[in-house]
Nanobody
């Protein structure tokens, strides 16, 4: 069973930075793409940024362009989300997700394709 554990959330001031981590375990020897999502109170969950299994391809939401960066360390089965120039509207529970992709398919899946999810970590940006 695939398990994902997020860490690094917390309280930060407007304009500040945080780095989230997501450690994966229990995966088979296949290739897995991973992504970050967030859900603010009273709103639907939204895609933030994703990374292909090799790390060569990434895709991000327009709302985080130039501020958030996803990266991965396959040796550690961990991905990261570096969040800079944060805004109060970034306040949400952030979730890590992953899905196995066909061998050799080095792409970032669409939001609805992710299969396994973490429990989430709260990020709060104060104004």
């Amino acid at each position: 069973q695939v398990q994902l554990v997020e860490s690094g959330g917390g309280l930060v001031q407007d304009g500040g930075s945080l780095r989230l981590s997501c450690a994966a375990s229990g995966r088979t020897s296949g290739e897995y793409a991973m992504g970050w999502f967030r859900q603010a109170l009273g709103k639907e969950r939204e895609f933030v940024e994703g990374i292909s299994w090799s790390g060569s391809n990434t895709h991000y939401a327009a709302s985080v362009k130039g501020r958030f960066t996803i990266s991965g360390d396959n040796a550690k089965n961990t991905i990261y989300l570096q969040m800079n120039a944060m805004k109060p509207e970034d306040t949400a529970v952030y979730y890590c997700a992953t899905v196995e992709v066909p061998t050799g398919s080095d792409f970032v899946p669409v939001a609805t394709d992710y299969e396994f999810w973490g429990q989430g970590t709260q990020v709060t940006v104060s104004s």
